[in-house]
């Protein structure tokens, strides 16, 4: 039995721990020593805690040899106990040896049947990728054939406007209505073949580098060549005609062979240009001889009166509700860049910023040209797409503004400046302008800031440039007279004046009143 704990004076059991040693923490299943000794280094110092855990450590070891000692004898006649424990042990290791020969057959027989699945889904999905392949290799051909067949057909079928007869009526002209139904039956052909060429490229796309393709690319290269031939007959025949319906259908055939550049190019040349050039000269020796000006305003009228009358169907039919031809721009691509190329040709020099006043009267309706275009944009994207194409951009990089500024910084800075560093001459009040201003270095200063903000000179994308040439012409207008005033003052006629000082010091005193009466309402 265990002694019983020792007493303190009040009868109370003496702990044989300090409080902050707990030795139930080692029991838990969590304990982490670390953090045991991190929680208690902050109020227990390093040496008590080892101090505590080597006493601890001794009265286990102690326990642990007193528990021994107890049950020795127990311990030592164990082996007595155990007779017959090899023969019953012996008994058991026969099945049990059976039992793993068995185990280890079923393991070899498992693991050679999980192989033969292997190999065989293995075989199988090969099998399943070649035949794949071949339904691709199958598809292919039938499309190519399908496609050439049709594109045959093409001149044989009604549907040829340039071969086929068109019945005439019994007044002995040509009927109309046939030649629509001619049209339309060919472009919804059209349509259907470049419905099939859309899927020939995707299966071509999924079986590239095989020689059966390759063997095959002769042949998709003629009726591809082929389809955009009739296509684009059909397509101008309709443009010519203003067929609603046959122009759709070939726009949608374009947008299926994903070719929308050569549709947009086709309006450009067949519709757009010969309006163009009938507005805007295209000889550059006519433009040179005088024979037309720079001026594009009237140009710029005449085009939204062709765009209103002439291309508003096609970007109508272009812009239409679920339609998928929404990936045409025939605004940027085609009317904005052939009214650029016929500027560029009949008028080069309505860009060129030499001439101030007429390059920004031309920049001006320019940009409301713009504005115009982009009134038949359907959707805020509509805008955004057409800003960033590229003949837009083109467009806009050929008005040079920047130049424009600087010219004119130099006409309005070096007017003052110029005013500012001739003789001073003080003038009574302005009559022509209602300005009571004394100084016509004054006139000239206010002459000069309401030409910053005129809309003759004034460009809104440059605002702040002319904001910043305003304060700049005020500050050097307060330096000339702030420097005159000073020199008076102190009647320095050294040869080191400076030079806005010089006014001030040749002037008569009655002159300089005007100064000085400006000097005090300033």
């Known amino acids: 039995m265990a002694p019983p704990p020792a007493m303190d004076l009040f009868g109370e059991p003496i702990e044989a721990h300090p409080p902050w040693f707990k030795p139930d923490a080692f029991l838990r299943a969590g304990f982490d020593a670390d953090a045991y000794v991190a929680e208690l280094r902050s109020y227990v110092p390093l040496d008590s805690l080892a101090a505590e855990l080597r006493a601890h450590l001794a009265a286990l070891r102690a326990e642990l040899v007193g528990l021994i000692n107890r049950d020795y004898a127990d311990f030592v006649g164990l082996s007595a106990h155990l007779k017959g424990v090899d023969a019953a042990a012996a008994r058991m290791r026969a099945p049990l040896a059976d039992l793993r020969d068995k185990v280890a057959a079923f393991r070899a027989g498992a693991s050679a049947a999980l192989a033969a699945l292997r190999e065989g889904l293995q075989q199988r999905a090969a099998a399943t990728a070649a035949r794949e392949l071949l339904e691709l290799l199958l598809d292919t051909s039938h499309v190519v054939s399908k496609v050439e067949k049709l594109i045959k057909e093409l001149p044989t079928a009604p549907s040829d406007s340039s071969n086929a007869e068109i019945p005439i009526n019994d007044t002995g002209t040509p009927n109309g209505k046939a030649g629509t139904g001619v049209r339309e039956t060919q472009s919804i052909l059209l349509e259907r073949i470049a419905s099939e060429m859309n899927r020939l490229k995707f299966y071509i796309s999924h079986a590239e580098n095989l020689p059966f393709i390759e063997n095959m690319e002769k042949r998709i ?44 190019e086709l309006f450009r040349t067949t519709v757009v ?176 800031l309401d030409s910053c903000w005129s809309d003759e000179v004034l460009v809104f994308s440059h605002c702040d440039k002319f904001l910043r040439l305003s304060l700049q012409l005020i500050s050097r207008y307060t330096t000339w007279l702030s420097c005159g005033l000073s020199a008076r003052k102190a009647s320095d006629r050294s040869p080191n004046s400076p030079a806005d000082a010089e006014w001030a010091l040749s002037i008569p005193i009655e002159d300089f009143i005007y100064v000085s009466y400006i000097c005090n309402n300033v």
């Open 273 to 448: 240009s010969p309006l163009i050039q009938k507005i805007v000269p295209q000889n550059y020796a006519r433009a040179v001889a005088g024979a037309s000006s720079d001026e594009l305003e009237e140009d710029y009228q005449q085009i939204k009166a062709c765009v209103e009358k002439d291309c508003k169907f096609i970007l109508e039919i272009s812009s239409s509700e679920n339609s998928g031809l929404h990936v045409f721009d025939f605004l940027g691509n085609s009317i904005l860049k052939e009214v650029l190329s016929a500027i560029q040709k009949g008028k080069p020099g309505a860009f060129s910023p030499g001439k101030p006043k007429e390059f920004l009267r031309n920049y001006k309706v320019s940009l409301g040209f713009l504005d115009f275009l982009e009134g038949y944009c359907f959707s805020k994207s509509a805008v955004t797409k057409l800003r960033y194409e590229p003949a837009y951009t083109d467009f806009m990089r050929q008005w040079n503004v920047g130049v424009y500024f600087s010219l004119r910084f130099q006409e309005i800075a070096g007017g003052l400046d110029s005013t500012l560093t001739n003789t001073f001459s003080p003038t009574g009040l302005n009559e022509a302008q209602q300005k009571p201003l004394l100084l016509k270095q004054s006139i000239k200063l206010l002459e000069s």
């Open 221 to 264: 290269q003629g009726a591809t060549k082929l389809l955009d031939g009739s296509l684009e007959r059909c397509f101008v025949d309709g443009l010519e005609h203003r067929d609603a319906k046959v122009i759709y259908n070939c726009l949608r055939a374009y947008a299926a062979i994903d070719n929308t550049s050569s549709a947009e």
